[in-house]
């Protein structure tokens, strides 16, 4: 018997790259204004108030993306390593559309012995529960030489990820950026796009995996700024690599839009001698708000506009890992350079802003939605999860609620679903939501003294309360104009308390955000509103799929290790 690994028979692969294909319908709207650097609130005949949960531009166009997930070789840091790419390239390409644009995802493995799955982390997929690309969960691995194409509509708008939902292979480069293009909550004149900050090891993730499970988190020798970083080998002293580099025209406004794609890195991001004014938290539009420093936690996005207020010179870009929560060997130089000269070659001689260590997130006084949409003081479901760590036969095991998370590959939760199966295993931690629009709230608590991002899968939730200690029935809760996001962080020790609203059928992962911890079982799954589930889906689809699964996991003797997702 073998897993699947990256261990053997790696070779760079060639390059194919995936362009949008717009395929236009007819379009009706009525244009009533245009957005433009002066008014980046417009959408044509919508607008930053305009409620995108009931509310999407019907634009009659389809963005199309051809995708093959390949074995290869990187350098992002100048020392070459066994990687998985999409199309060929780390970072993978990235996913451009419109605020109601459909977007289809042909996904082809290629790769010599791994599954794959694509999930499009924070698109809510609604009522497309099929689409959200989840071994075990919403579909079975894509097999070696099998395809599986993706469909879903972009009813948000903002910046995300996609990424690999199997095993860990989005760490070792099965990952690309989001953009859907919408208005903004603050004026901007120049789009830049995703900035990725990510943590980097010369080793393959699913070595480090079971490190992790052997002996604890891995300490990470370095970190990348948009694909790219330098590194000092400790032994030679020799300096590889690159750094990014941003060249600034003074006085022009730039978007940056900034994702945490770490496996487990908590950031801390500032530009010297630069504010940034934030004016979207994940897929949540924003009262818009200035700092010099934005705390962003793995699986985390901000946007952000800075203003190029200084004339001349090279500064330095930061992305610092935060102790408390990271181990890093290079914590002082992850680094990117702003020149407002593009032939500069100088290293910066800046000088940083005074920080706090810390992996707690933006305040929630600071993250008040654009669009205001309190949340009911009411709950008609409540849940608690206790998260705890356990030694178990093969290492550590993450729980929630004394239950470590697993889901077979081969017999998906929607497939056991439309074969009416309500049989659920303790493992599987199904927590079943039977009825549209209601509030439920979580309840997630932990003694641990290590923050966790905890992501929901199909929805926006409301943070509602978070701080260290326990949480009690005296615990003030926010519910006007609390933030509405999918990720959000637990804090060492503490508590988080979360909303969410009854109105996506599907069954959808909550997880916490780091690599190991998913694959050691910090996650569950909602069961919302499972006798609308099966109407909704392409169940040939998914036996085509299971069917290709069980023909490789058969014939290679591939054995699961660990949580599925």
């Not at 930053?48 to 949960?53: F, I, K, R």
């Not at 480090?208 to 990470?220: D, N, V, Y």
């Not at 004014?277 to 539009?285: H, L, Q, Y």
Request: overall charge negative; hydrophobic content about 35%; glycine content about 8%.
């Amino acid at each position: 018997m073998h897993f699947p690994s990256l261990l053997a028979g790696l070779i760079a692969c060639p390059t194919v790259f995936a362009a949008p294909k717009p395929v236009s319908h007819s379009n009706n709207l009525s244009k009533r204004c245009t957005n433009s650097a002066s008014d980046r609130s417009c959408w044509g005949d919508y607008d930053t108030s305009t409620n995108y949960y009931t509310t999407v531009p019907d634009t009659g166009v389809t963005r199309e993306y051809w995708f093959d997930v390949q074995n290869g070789t990187a350098s992002p840091d100048g020392i070459e390593r066994v990687v998985l790419t999409v199309n060929g390239t780390v970072p993978g390409p990235t996913i451009i559309a419109d605020w109601g644009d459909t977007v289809v995802v042909h996904v082809s493995n290629s790769m010599s012995n791994n599954g794959t799955g694509i999930h499009f982390h924070g698109v809510r997929q609604n009522y497309t529960n099929q689409m959200d690309g989840v071994p075990s969960i919403t579909q079975c691995p894509i097999a070696p030489g099998d395809s599986f194409t993706y469909t879903w509509r972009a009813t948000q708008y903002g910046s995300s990820w996609y990424h690999s939902h199997f095993s860990v292979q989005a760490w070792d480069g099965v990952f690309g950026g989001i953009i859907i293009n919408g208005p903004a909550t603050a004026d901007y004149d120049e789009d830049l796009g995703n900035l990725f900050l990510n943590d980097w090891s010369h080793e393959t993730a699913d070595v480090l995996t079971l490190q992790a499970a052997a002996s604890g988190p891995p300490t990470m020798p370095n970190c990348l700024i948009n694909g790219t970083n330098v590194y000092t080998d400790t032994t030679t002293e020799v300096e590889t690599g690159s750094r990014f580099e941003q060249t600034f025209v003074a006085g022009t406004k730039y978007r940056l839009r900034l994702v945490n794609g770490a496996a487990d890195t908590h950031f801390r991001f500032t530009i010297d001698n630069h504010t940034m004014e934030v004016i979207a938290t994940d897929f949540v539009p924003i009262v818009p708000y200035n700092a010099t420093d934005i705390s962003i936690g793995m699986g985390q996005r901000y946007d952000i506009i800075v203003t190029a207020s200084e004339t001349s010179g090279d500064y330095w870009m930061r992305a610092i890992p935060q102790e408390s929560c990271s181990d890093n060997d290079n914590v002082d130089n992850i680094l990117g350079i702003v020149r407002y000269d593009s032939t500069s070659t100088a290293d910066p001689t800046t000088t940083a802003y005074t920080t706090t260590d810390s992996c707690d997130d933006e305040a929630i006084a600071s993250l008040v939605p654009y669009l205001s949409y309190d949340v009911s003081s009411t709950y008609d479901v409540e849940d608690d999860e206790d998260v705890t760590i356990a030694i178990a036969t093969g290492g550590v095991k993450w729980e929630m609620g004394g239950t470590s998370f697993v889901s077979e590959w081969d017999y998906p939760t929607v497939l056991q679903v439309a074969e009416s199966n309500d049989t659920w295993s303790t493992d599987q931690h199904v927590v079943q939501l039977t009825t549209a629009d209601q509030w439920v709230y979580f309840v997630i608590e932990t003694t641990f003294a290590q923050a966790h991002p905890i992501h929901l899968h199909g929805h926006d939730f409301w943070v509602l309360a978070s701080g260290t200690g326990t949480y009690s029935t005296s615990t003030t809760l926010t519910t006007t104009d609390s933030p509405r996001r999918d990720v959000a962080m637990l804090p060492a020790s503490g508590f988080l308390v979360i909303a969410m609203y009854t109105d996506n059928p599907g069954a959808w992962l909550m997880h916490c955000h780091i690599a190991w911890h998913t694959a050691e079982g910090f996650a569950l799954q909602l069961l919302e509103r499972e006798s609308e589930m099966t109407a909704l889906m392409d169940v040939t689809s998914i036996n085509s799929t299971c069917a290709n699964w069980d023909t490789y996991q058969t014939d290679d003797d591939v054995v699961q290790g660990d949580s599925g997702v």
